[in-house]
C-alpha cells in the first residue's frame, strides 16, 4: 500500500471532512498531503499540485513562507496565548492600530475572533444591539443580497442565500430578507453592469423605504460573491447602497473575508467604490492562511455607543482565542510583506498575465461563457455542465497536477501572490486540459 492510500484509508475512518458527502469518496480522491512549498503542495507518494484556490482562499503567500514562518516561531517563544478580556498585548495593539491606517483612520476599532463565519455573527449582533442601546430595539432584522454567503453557524446562515448550505437548517434559523444581487451577467441586451447595479439598488430602495424601521443592517460580499459562484459587480452598487444605508439609517456591512487583503485588486475592495462601510469583516488570507483569526472593525460612532458606566451596554461577545498573539503575529508578517513587496502594485502585473493566459486557454472555447476576473480572482461558467461537473473536474484537474474546485459549472481560480509567468500558464494550460477532459469523460 502506498504512504497516500495507508493515509487515506485511515482518514476516512476517524475524519469527518468539511462540506463533503463521505460517501462520495468511495469514488472520489482524497489527497494526503505531506507538505507544501511555494504555490505547491506536495502528497505522500511525491506527487505535485498548483494550488489554484490558495487552500480554500486563504494562502497569500505560498506554503511554508519562510518570513510569516519566522515571525509565527519568534512569538512561539515569547507568549502563545493569554485572554484578552482584562490582558493586552503588543501583537494585537500593532495589528489594530495598522488595520485602522489601512482604513484611512475611518474604522479605528477592532474586535477579535478566529474564523469568518464569527465575524458575521460578530457584526450582525454589534449592528442590533448599537440600535437597542439607541432605544431603537425594534430595529434587528438584516437584509443580505440574493446568492449571498456570509458563513455556516447558525447566525450566519440567516444572512446566507445558499440553498444547499441553508435548506437543512431552516428549521433553526430567523432568515433575513434577501434582495436581488447586482452579479453583472444578468445585464440584458444593451445594458452594462453599472446599468445592472442601477437596478439592484432600486430594489434596495424599495425595500428599505417599507422595511428601514425593522433593519438593523444591510450585509454585502463588496465587488465579488465568490461563494454562489463568483458573481462579479460594478462598484456603482455599493457607493448607492451605501447612500441608501445612510438615507434609511441602516448600516452596511461589508463582508470581505474572502475579497479583502489584496484578492478584488485594492486592499479592501470597498476602496474601488470610494467607500466606508460600517462594519468590515476580514479573515481567510489577514494571517496569510496560517492561523484562524477574523477581525471586525468598526467607527468611532458605533464604539461610542457602547462606551458606558452601565456593563450590560457593553459588548459582551467573546470568544475563548480572542486575539491569539500567534495568529496576530502571522497577519502582521502578511502585512510586512503586502508593503515591502508592494503586492497590490505587483498583483497588477500578475492580474493582466493571468486573464491574458484563460483568454488564450479558453476564451474560445464554445462551453465557456462569461469569462470574468476581478483583481485576483478569474471565473468562468461552463454551459450545459453535467450535474456531477465540479468533481469531475476537480479529479480532471488533480491528474494535471492541478487544484481547482469547481462551484457548480463555475470554474474558477484564486491564486495565492506569488505566481510568476510559468506558473500563470502552467495554470491556465492545465485547466483547459481538465476542462477537455471534464466535459468528455
Ligand atoms: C469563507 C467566508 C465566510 C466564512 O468564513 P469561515 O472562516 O469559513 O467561517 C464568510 N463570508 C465570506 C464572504 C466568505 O467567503
Not at 9 to 35: D, N
Not at 352 to 367: I, K, Q, Y
Request: proline content about 5%.
Amino acid at each position: 500500500m502506498s504512504a497516500n492510500a495507508a493515509l487515506l484509508a485511515r482518514s476516512l475512518a476517524a475524519v469527518w471532512h468539511p462540506c463533503t458527502q463521505m460517501k462520495h469518496h468511495e469514488q472520489l480522491p482524497l489527497i494526503p498531503i505531506a507538505r507544501g512549498e511555494g504555490p505547491w503542495l506536495y502528497d505522500m507518494d511525491g506527487r505535485r499540485y498548483l494550488d489554484g484556490i490558495s487552500s480554500w482562499w486563504v494562502n497569500l503567500f505560498g506554503h511554508a513562507n519562510p518570513r510569516i514562518g519566522h515571525a509565527i516561531k519568534d512569538q512561539l517563544d515569547r507568549l502563545e496565548h493569554v485572554l484578552l478580556a482584562g490582558f493586552t498585548h503588543e501583537p494585537v495593539v500593532e495589528l489594530s492600530e495598522r488595520l485602522a491606517a489601512l482604513t484611512g483612520h475611518r474604522l479605528g476599532h477592532a474586535f477579535y475572533a478566529s474564523d469568518g463565519a464569527s465575524a458575521t455573527e460578530i457584526a450582525l449582533k454589534m449592528s442590533a444591539h448599537f440600535w437597542r442601546n439607541q432605544g431603537q430595539p425594534h430595529k434587528n432584522r438584516f437584509v443580505c443580497l440574493a446568492g449571498s454567503y456570509h458563513g455556516e453557524t447558525v447566525g450566519a446562515l440567516a444572512v446566507t442565500d445558499v440553498a444547499l448550505f441553508r435548506d437543512a437548517y431552516a428549521p433553526l434559523i430567523r432568515p433575513a430578507s434577501c434582495v436581488p444581487n447586482p452579479d453583472a451577467r444578468q445585464a440584458m441586451p444593451g445594458e452594462t453592469a453599472v446599468d445592472v447595479a442601477r437596478r439592484a439598488a432600486a430594489a434596495l430602495e424599495t425595500f428599505l423605504a417599507e422595511h428601514a424601521g425593522e433593519t438593523a443592517a444591510l450585509i454585502v460580499e463588496p465587488l465579488v460573491q465568490c461563494a454562489s459562484g463568483m458573481a462579479m459587480y460594478d462598484p456603482e452598487y455599493l457607493r448607492l447602497a451605501r447612500a441608501l444605508s445612510d438615507r434609511h439609517q441602516v448600516h452596511l456591512i461589508a463582508d470581505e473575508i474572502a475579497v479583502g487583503c489584496g484578492r478584488s485588486g485594492s486592499f479592501f475592495a470597498c476602496e474601488q467604490a470610494g467607500i466606508t462601510p460600517d462594519f468590515l469583516c476580514l479573515s481567510k488570507g489577514i494571517s496569510g492562511g496560517y492561523l484562524p483569526l477574523s477581525i471586525v472593525l468598526t467607527r468611532d460612532a458605533v464604539y461610542n455607543v457602547f462606551y458606558d458606566n452601565d456593563t450590560a451596554r457593553g459588548f459582551l461577545h467573546s470568544h475563548s482565542y480572542t486575539g491569539n498573539p500567534l495568529a496576530c503575529r502571522a497577519a502582521l508578517a502578511t502585512l510586512d510583506i503586502f508593503a515591502e513587496d508592494e503586492v497590490i502594485a505587483a498583483n497588477r502585473h500578475r492580474a493582466t498575465r493571468l486573464g491574458e493566459a484563460f483568454r488564450a486557454a479558453v476564451g474560445d472555447h464554445p462551453r465557456v461563457r462569461h469569462l470574468r476576473q476581478q483583481g485576483m480572482i478569474l471565473a468562468f461558467d461552463v454551459a450545459d455542465a453535467p450535474p456531477d461537473f465540479a468533481r469531475r473536474y476537480f479529479a480532471e484537474a488533480l491528474q494535471r497536477e492541478l487544484l481547482l474546485r469547481p462551484i457548480g459549472p463555475t470554474v474558477y481560480t484564486l491564486p495565492p501572490y506569488i505566481l510568476d509567468d510559468v506558473h500563470i500558464d502552467f495554470l491556465a494550460r492545465r485547466s483547459a486540459e481538465a476542462l477537455e477532459a471534464a466535459l468528455a469523460g
